[in-house]
């Protein structure tokens, strides 16, 4: 069974909007949840991690919030580029050691149009 | 920056055919791990290793076989490969923390 899910699967934007992200999951314990950008057949970028209980992390036009109560964490992109196309993912780590498991989403693809 | 490279980048075989990726990282981690990505799931966990020598097994490892020679590199081998098995594959590598460093990842076709 899924242990993360994100919404939308797929959203297409025009260059300048904002869009948010959502992700769903399941996954306990869930030490902390990292937001990943992935372009078109490339690695994984991370672009912020969640650890807090309630959390809110800002890393330029990215900011995410993660409510561990509901299981719930969003990502906003602040004034859209192209060059964020890209597939979002998100990943919750049961533990806070590398002996953790990672749990992936299957990703939002974005798309930026202008 | 944590440096994770992996080789080749695209491979084409053909269905039974021997194929092995390879993965090195030069930041001394303990922790490596393989991974693939197939359209509508999420990455899922193959094989993963704790240390030179040591393997450990993953979520879906039927099909994989993985081998730890050194602190640096790790490889990912299928040795009777099949079109299920036409992925893009990915590595990763941690120290003692939770973070994980991506390759660039390998686009394997079994035709």
């Known amino acids: 069974k899924t242990q993360v899910e994100q919404s939308p699967q797929s959203l297409v934007v025009r260059q300048g909007e904002n869009c948010v992200l959502q992700?769903?999951?399941?996954?306990?314990?869930?030490?902390?949840l990292r937001w990943f950008k992935q372009d078109t057949g490339k690695g994984l970028v991370s672009l912020t991690v969640?650890?807090?209980?309630?959390d809110k992390t800002s890393n330029g036009r990215y900011s995410a919030t993660l409510d561990k109560d509901a299981k719930h964490s969003t990502l906003h992109i602040t004034a859209t580029l192209l060059d964020d196309t890209a597939t979002y993912i998100c990943?919750?780590?049961?533990?806070?050691?590398?002996?953790?498991?990672?749990?992936f989403g299957a990703g939002t693809q974005l798309i930026v149009i202008p | 920056e944590a440096a994770v490279t992996q080789s080749p980048r695209n491979k084409v075989t053909v269905t039974g055919g021997n194929v092995t990726l390879s993965c090195r990282q030069t930041?001394?981690?303990?922790?490596m791990y393989w991974y693939r990505q197939d359209t509508g799931h999420g990455l899922r966990l193959i094989h993963y290793?704790?240390?030179?020598?040591?393997?450990q097994i993953g979520d879906v490892p039927d099909g994989y076989k993985a081998t730890r020679t050194t602190q640096e590199d790790f490889f990912l081998l299928l040795e009777l490969a099949s079109p299920s098995q036409t992925s893009l594959y990915f590595c990763?590598?941690?120290?003692?923390?939770?973070?994980?460093?991506f390759g660039p990842g390998t686009r394997l076709t079994v035709l």
């Open positions: 990763a590598s941690s120290e003692s923390s939770y973070e994980q460093y």
């Open positions: 992700c769903n999951y399941s996954v306990t314990p869930d030490n902390h």
């Open positions: 969640l650890v807090d209980q309630k």
């Open positions: 990943v919750v780590g049961d533990r806070g050691s590398a002996l953790g498991r990672l749990h």
């Open positions: 930041n001394s981690h303990n922790y």
């Open positions: 290793s704790y240390g030179a020598g040591n393997l």
